[in-house]
Each structure stands twice: as C-alpha cells, then as structure tokens.
C-alpha cells in the first residue's frame, strides 16, 4: 500500500514537474500555435497552418522590420495575432496610403503620417486588404510581442512534400533596402 502511494506521488509530482516544464519552455523559449485568418496570406495559410515562435524576442526584444511576429492583440488580450514589423520605434508612417479621403480611424484621418512612439512597432498584415492591424489600432506597445515567428508547418500539406515534412518551411524577414 505504501509503496503504491509512494509511486502515485513520484508520479504525481514527476506529471507537475513536466507540466510546469512545459510551460516554462511555453512562455520563455518557445511557442508552437494555431494561426487562423487570411491576414498573413501567402506567408501563412488561412487555416491549419502552424507557427513556430521564438520567445527569445518576448516584448520586441531584438525584433527588427519585416520580421513576422506574434502578439496580444491590442483589442481584444485573448486574441493572438501574427503580424509583419513593418515600423520601428520613432519612424514616420503614412497610415494608409491606399485610403481614400473620408476613411476614418479614431477621428485621425487615413491619409495623415504618425511617428512610431518608442517602445512601439508598427505592424501590417502581408495581405493588406484582409488585415485589422496597426492601420486600425495603432502602433503596437512591444509589451504584447510573444515571440518572432521563424518557421511555420501548414498542415494542409501532405506529410511529405517537395523535401518538407507536413509544409514545413522558415518564415524569413522580409526587409530589403533594394527596389
Ligand atoms: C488576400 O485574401 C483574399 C481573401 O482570402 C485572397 O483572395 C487574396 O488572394 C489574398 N491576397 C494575397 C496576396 O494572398
């Protein structure tokens, strides 16, 4: 008998022991979620594609432009949401240049320049015309940066596919000072 409760608690605490190591490794190194949505598109599939996050960017940290990241969205703190970096802390941005007069953000007109406040990002969807991003709410506080995405696995894909396993591939920053 005893030794029947003996093993239940080294059981026991061996199942806490892995629990909270698996969400230590979750909230500081790395993250393996669900992206939904047509934002990200044809970087990320709408549905079924998977994210592989580094934490080691938690809060901005080290995140440059045209790096595709995860955060909190601003609206809404249950919602994730998987954006590209596309304004750095003090940059000028023109908010929407595809807007047209009379479109209207929080009375702030669409065609007016903001600067990036510090400790903020500015973020966009790559599929622009689908996308709620920093256009509607704003420059990004770096403070609801979970990680950078660095690689995805779309598992629309079969398992094996043109050499990857289940559509893996890394997700590349896409940044380039050449026209
Ligand atoms: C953006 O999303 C729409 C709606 O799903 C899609 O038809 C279009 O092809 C997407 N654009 C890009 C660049 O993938």
Redesign the pocket.
Known sequence: MKGTVGLWLRTGSLALRSFCLVHVINSHFYEFTETRG?SM??TLA?INDYVHASKKYRNGKDCQIGDCIVAVKPTDPYQRVCKRITGMPGDYILIDPSAKEGDDIDGQAFNSYIRVPMGHVWVTGD?L??SLDSRTYNSLPMGLIKGKIIAANDFNKPIWHDGALFGFRSIENSYSDEF
């Open positions: 047509e598109l044809p709408a599929n015309s689908q």
